[in-house]
């Protein structure tokens, strides 16, 4: 079965799109899999007195590579102090950034288990819990929908990095067990809602997306479809979201570039950001022929 291609409507396979997306490896990974996989940081950590770089999913992004620990530090408690997670009365997540990135880590599986993303969503929304299971709803107050990918970190001694990639890990831990916890405990009503609509308009809209996909994004992201899976996603998601509710550009735009700086490596935020403005220009460029038509 490996190299399937399989249309996102139904389980049993069609005719391909020309744009395949959708491949159920032989051994499809688990949905907590997935979501730890979404969850994984994107640090680079250098010490001074090693040549080698120790890195999780490291980021590309080129910012100054002189930065201290202490200014990382105090750089990243401002920024989480800035970007704390809004939740409700009922102590779950109620933004819109939430349901985007419930939304992106349902389109990610339903991709590479070859499933309905929104019969994947209902799925998890109606699971069973395991007996015993308890989720720790202080986890919700400790998740940074901010925290992005930063440059790579110099420090000046072995104990220094291995305190770093604590913290990271731990952020991953708190990331990863948010993201696979049941919907219900960590999402309230509306953002539920939300995200429903968000994946029925994503599905509604793939195959049309797919043709303008294929015009709008680099040669490489093409040629490699099934590595470009997170990308993709984000691009289908916002696309979908700006032509069927109707959301203005500029925050579908500036979303889906957080979305990429948060769980895609290199210059994915610079070329979805790309992608967007010219998939925004061919809307509007649509609309004024169609007014004077």
């Known amino acids: ?40 940081p994107k640090r680079t950590v250098s010490t001074l007195s090693l040549s080698s770089r ?37 102590g779950r997540f109620c933004s819109p950034r939430a349901a985007r990135e419930l939304a992106l880590s349902i389109i ?6 070859g499933l309905d993303p929104v019969r994947l969503f209902e799925k998890r929304m109606h699971e069973r819990r395991e007996p015993g299971y308890e989720f720790d709803t202080g986890k919700l107050l400790e998740y940074n929908h901010m925290s992005f990918g930063g440059p790579p970190v110099t420090v000046e001694s072995v104990e220094e990095e291995n305190e770093l990639l604590s913290d990271i890990e731990k952020e991953s831990a708190v990331e990863a067990e948010v993201l696979a916890a049941p919907p219900k405990l960590v999402y309230n ?8 609509k968000l994946l029925v308009a994503a599905r509604d809209r793939w195959d049309a997306n797919v043709n303008v996909i294929n015009e709008i994004v680099p040669q490489n992201w093409k040629n490699e479809p099934a590595g470009r899976i997170l990308e993709l996603s984000i691009l289908h998601l916002a696309m979908s979201e700006m032509t069927v509710l109707d959301t203005r ?5 500036n979303e889906a570039v957080d979305l990429a700086k948060r769980f895609c490596d290199g210059a994915a935020p610079r070329i979805i950001n790309g992608c967007l403005r010219t998939f925004v220009q061919g809307l509007e460029l649509g609309a004024s022929e169609t007014e004077f038509s």
């Open 54 to 90: 120790n890195s999780h999913r490291s980021s590309a992004l080129a910012l100054d590579e002189t930065a201290s620990v202490s200014d990382k530090t105090d750089a990243s408690s401002s920024a989480a102090a800035c970007a704390l997670p809004k939740i409700d009365k009922t």
């Open 1 to 40: 079965m490996e190299g399937t291609l399989l249309p996102l409507s139904s389980p049993t396979p069609s005719k391909p799109n020309n744009f395949p997306l959708f491949q159920r490896f032989t051994f499809p990974p688990s949905l907590n899999h997935i979501q730890n996989t979404l969850s994984t």
């Open 249 to 253: 550009h500029q925050i579908v735009i």
């Open 108 to 113: 990610y599986a339903s991709c590479l288990e």
């Open 189 to 196: 009503k509306l953002i539920l809602r939300f995200t429903r």
